[in-house]
């Protein structure tokens, strides 16, 4: 298997199972977060940079700070329905990888599709969306 294959299955792998799991929330924090833990590998094979991920980051941030200030779910997936063709745009301009952007499809469908869970997968959301861009080398 080549590299290049070795490093995308990562990113394949974690898609997968937050599709099969309902979110990050079912996920441990430590493993999400650790160092060499899904944050920092995904990182790494998809060559991630902060101009990368600056918009994305700073969108997913408004939402969850404006979740805290006042809890009004459906404004808050509003402004998350909007990072599905901010990804694609990224995709198309070859910002970001394919498999990125499913990840990140991947966590705003559990947000935007489990009521149950939304506050909690919102801050594991938040809190992984942070460490990918605490873990982007410095350039």
């Known amino acids: 298997m080549s590299n ?67 809890k009004n779910k459906e404004k808050a997936k509003i402004h998350l329905y909007k990072l599905y063709p901010l ?13 990125f952007k499913n990840l990140i499809w991947a966590i705003l469908d559990t947000l935007v599709g489990n009521d149950e869970k939304f506050d909690e997968n919102l801050e594991f959301s938040y809190e992984f969306l942070k460490a990918l861009v605490a873990y982007i080398p410095r350039e």
Do not use: M
């Open 87 to 99: 990804l694609q745009y990224q995709v198309n301009r070859r910002l970001i990888k394919e498999n």
């Open 4 to 70: 290049g294959q070795n490093r995308d299955q990562i990113t394949k792998k974690l898609t997968d199972e937050i599709k099969k799991k309902s979110g990050l929330c079912y996920f441990s924090l430590y493993e999400l977060l650790k160092p060499n833990g899904y944050a920092q590998q995904v990182v790494k094979e998809n060559e991630l940079t902060r101009v990368q991920l600056r918009k994305v980051f700073s969108e997913f941030k408004y939402v969850y700070d404006e979740y805290k200030k006042n």
